[in-house]
């Protein structure tokens, strides 16, 4: 990856893991690609920002896929809630702001809310969920073992038992 392609990168979703964004946006693996398709994804947002069309997303109510119209956008900050400050905080270096916005689905007609953030969020609760993820696999690895040792050692105990 050049130093180029890499500075415009860093600019447009900050300092960030490289293959955890290609796979959120769902980036062929290959590196020869990120440029090509991040050239895309930017010319998209460029037109979006100037008025083009909306974000093709999946109806949460009826599952059809379409370009579906902001109905309102609620102008408030809004963040988690007090209890979360010190999550976000620690993934990502400050308390998230997003703002909330009611889409119409133009398939069955049913509102639904869509939450629009900085990337660098999303960024970080990916990493976070990758790290739990992890530790969960981990932690289940040793639960297995731990039980694997106590079913040897009652086995164990029982001869002793019918031993005596």
């Not at 895309?40 to 037109?47: E, G, V």
Request: net charge negative; hydrophobic share 30%.
């Amino acid at each position: 990856m050049d130093d180029d392609f890499k500075r415009k990168l860093d600019n447009a979703f900050g300092e960030g893991d490289m293959e955890l964004v290609a796979e959120m946006l769902g980036w062929d693996e290959d590196e020869d690609d990120y440029e090509e398709e991040f050239d895309s994804t930017i010319a998209s947002y460029d037109n979006h920002t100037r008025g083009g069309s909306s974000l093709k997303m999946e109806c949460p109510h009826c599952g059809e896929r379409g370009e579906f119209k902001v109905q309102k956008t609620l102008k408030s900050f809004y963040h988690w809630s007090p209890e979360k400050v010190a999550y976000f905080e620690d993934i990502a270096g400050r308390d998230i702001s997003f703002r909330k916005r009611i889409k119409k689905c133009t398939f069955c007609g049913e509102t639904f809310q869509t939450i629009e953030m900085a990337n660098e969020f999303l960024i970080a609760m990916m990493k976070d969920i990758q790290t739990k993820e992890s530790l969960i696999s981990k932690l289940s690895d040793e639960n297995m073992k731990l039980k694997n040792i106590i079913n040897d050692s009652l086995k164990v105990l029982n001869q002793i038992g019918s031993n005596s």
